[in-house]
């Protein structure tokens, strides 16, 4: 029942719902979100990828995408409360903007096979020589070792 006293359908008590549930979400203040402060790096590429970087900006991080000049980026679905920057990692002014975004960040999350880090200098190894409290994750398909960890299906 409304405050009149009328009895509501099923999709108008939908709609009172979900405008509860927005007006609640918007009332929430940046100081309760448990990543404010965060910053996170997040190299474009498939779904586990982008999917981890929009769960850590919906609970208040700060997530940086770094796409390819050429890219199909698939901002649209999962690029919620993300910032994108397009840049040519194999030119050098690229990866100077690279590091010295990996230099200030919190989290660095990529999606490519096993090497191809290393070979733009964007190594765990030099990245966490430069910035030590930089939590380096790795999210591909096929994982870093094993049979399938270097080849494409």
């Known amino acids: 029942m409304n405050k009149s006293g009328k009895w509501l359908s099923p999709s108008?008590?939908?709609?009172?719902?979900?405008l509860d549930v927005?007006?609640?979400?918007?009332?929430?203040?940046?100081?309760e979100m448990a990543l404010k402060g965060i910053r996170v790096i997040e190299f474009g590429g498939l779904a586990p990828v982008p999917f981890c970087g929009m769960i850590l900006s919906d609970f208040g991080a700060n997530v940086i995408r770094v796409d390819r000049t050429k890219s199909f980026a698939d901002t649209d679905c999962m690029g919620r409360g993300k910032q994108?920057?397009?840049?040519?990692?194999k030119?050098?002014?690229?990866?100077?903007i690279v590091h010295k975004m990996c230099s200030k960040a919190d989290v660095l999350i990529e999606p490519f096979r096993p090497g191809v880090m290393?070979?733009?200098?964007?190594?765990?190894?030099?990245?966490l020589a430069?910035?030590?409290r930089l939590v380096y994750?790795?999210?591909n398909g096929f994982g870093q070792k094993g049979p399938l960890a270097k080849g494409r299906t």
């Open 12 to 18: 108008e008590k939908l709609k009172l719902y979900l």
């Open 22 to 31: 927005l007006t609640n979400l918007s009332s929430l203040r940046e100081a």
């Open 84 to 89: 994108s920057i397009a840049i040519d990692l």
């Open 91 to 96: 030119q050098k002014e690229g990866l100077n």
């Open 118 to 127: 290393e070979r733009l200098g964007l190594g765990a190894d030099k990245l």
């Open 130 to 132: 430069d910035n030590p």
């Open 137 to 139: 994750a790795r999210i």
